[in-house]
């Protein structure tokens, strides 16, 4: 599910209130739609996100972070927290 390396960023869009994804692809430089429609329909597989699509038109769809997916980046945050004390450490 991290296997890309955009996965992390677009947790961190969601996680940060960009909950569109229009909004995701103007946000990152090189996101392509492709990649961040396929990363998003994994993190909902996964029941990391919730997705929820308005019945307007224009069509709107927003992501958000499920309980487990707050749980999930409470984990993703510990793991960069490691990281970043051993990059010190070297």
Known sequence: MLGCKWSLTVLALVRGGVCRPGAMEH?????SKKVLNE?????VRYGVLSRHAYAELPP???YRLTPFGERFAVLV???DAL???LDGES
Not at 27 to 31: E, H, K, N, Q, R
Not at 39 to 43: A, P, Y
């Open 60 to 62: 709107r769809v927003e």
């Open 27 to 31: 946000a990152v430089p090189g996101l």
């Open 83 to 85: 990281q970043r004390e």
């Open 77 to 79: 945050d510990g793991v």
């Open 39 to 43: 990363r998003l329909r994994k993190f």
